[in-house]
């Protein structure tokens, strides 16, 4: 099974570069999307009719938002994580299969100024338990934006980044608390080294200049680890100022 997700920075957009063309030739099992920035009926369905679409809009139009594409049909689909105060961005989307729950998350951002980041750290215990409540029935999936690089190796320039809006102590804290929760970052199990991002600014050619974030994830219940076969990124696919990122289980 292969399944990839992907921040598009808006379908719409992403549409108007291809995107039904890269899922065609793509076909993933499972494509997960953030930043959807839409809703339903203001969106052109281009994409392969083998996809079944399922929607988390925002409130809010134009902002946030995920979608869940899926070939073969889920068991139970679920929009937020049950708590009125974070349900509202149309952040997270579950999707419920045989064996294990798909989580599609986009993390909220703590903004250049912190000013959210308060908001931030209340989030991140709150979906945190949310995928520990999924997990006492079934194993997880977790993926998507999550706006953090974990450690120094996840970014170019870390000192000059250290209290910076996705590298500050506290959301890192928030990264580590799933990792000690027993959740797994997949990409490094096979990749210890760096230069590896998912995300470049669309300032001073950062993308062709490598100078980039790894932000976006797949985490996976400790118990599904011996189902990883390749946890990767795909930098080389472009529409995006993120590139999709992607795992296959057996």
Known sequence: MKILSWNINGLRAVQKKGFASWLGKAQPDILCVQESRALPEQVEPDWPKAYEAHWNPAEKKGYSGVITFIKTPSIKVTRG?????????????????????????????AQRSLARLPYRQEWDRAFLAYLKKLERRKPVIVCGDLNVSHKEIDLTNFKANKNNAGFTSEERAGFDA??????VDTFREFETGGGHYSWWSNRL??????????????????????RLKKAFILPEVMGSDHCPVGVELI
């Open 81 to 109: 994580i049950g708590k009125a105060a974070h349900d509202h961005e149309g952040r997270v989307l579950t999707t419920e299969h045989d064996d294990f729950f798909l989580v599609n998350v986009y993390v909220p951002n």
């Open 178 to 183: 799933f990792v000690a929760a027993g959740l």
């Open 205 to 226: 050619n950062a993308r062709a200049r490598n100078i980039g974030w790894r932000i976006d994830y797949f985490l996976i219940s400790e118990s599904l680890r011996p």
